[in-house]
């Protein structure tokens, strides 16, 4: 703990830096924009962050976020979305980036994370045998492997792959190679996910 700054705010700065890809001097920036601020805004923040579980949950059928009272995904119980396509992405936040084309139409599924042995993340671990149960109920026709190029993504991508090769009656594509190597989809620009879902190629 830092002597130079008081123990509420070195407190505030510990906590911010436990948020993914945020070091100690973009803490420091953000807790200091907060205590600068108004205590109504402070106040906003945190009442923000304390409703967030008894608000937010995950779909039962995606994994997809949405609101507590909601039974299933809007994007899952829409009539207009065709349920025989599945995109299946890492994280929910992939889910806004490929909605945002507006090119897509069919449904999601989240995975909850990437294979990756070095960070113990096993099959178990995620959404995929629940993906599996997805493409028998709802009769799947294609499935859309819309992980990142990065090493985890690839290796789910092939998992996947795997265990689905002896069915016959499933498209298994991928998104195409516009993506650059390692970006996460909630990154990518509007028009460069609309060519890669526009390229889309079978899996070999």
């Known amino acids: 703990m ?3 700054l008081p123990k509420a705010l070195e407190k505030l700065i510990e906590k911010l830096e436990r948020l993914p ?3 100690r001097r973009t803490a420091e920036r953000y807790a200091y924009d907060i205590l600068r601020g108004s205590a109504g805004y402070a106040k906003e923040i945190a009442d923000s962050i304390s409703g967030l ?3 937010v949950k995950y779909c039962p059928v995606t994994f997809s976020l949405i609101e507590k009272d909601d039974e299933v995904s809007p994007l899952y119980s829409d009539s207009s979305r065709d349920k025989t396509t ?3 992405v890492a994280q929910p936040f992939d889910v806004i980036a490929l909605e945002s084309t507006g090119e897509y139409k069919g449904t999601y599924h989240v995975l909850k994370g990437l294979l990756s042995p070095i960070d113990g993340i096993a099959p178990e671990d995620l959404t995929i045998k629940e993906l599996l149960e997805r493409i028998e109920n709802d009769k799947v026709k294609e499935l859309i492997l819309a992980t990142s190029g990065s090493v985890e993504g690839e290796s789910t991508a092939l998992y996947i792959q795997k265990l689905l090769e002896d069915n016959k009656k499933i498209t298994i594509s991928r998104l ?3 993506l650059p190597v390692g970006l996460d989809l ?3 620009d509007q028009i460069t996910l609309s060519k890669a879902l526009e390229g889309r190629r079978p899996m070999p």
């Open 21 to 23: 890809g945020v070091g």
């Open 86 to 88: 599945i995109a299946v």
């Open 186 to 188: 909630e990154f990518a």
């Open 176 to 178: 195409a190679r516009g």
């Open 2 to 4: 830092s002597l130079a």
């Open 53 to 55: 579980h008894e608000s």
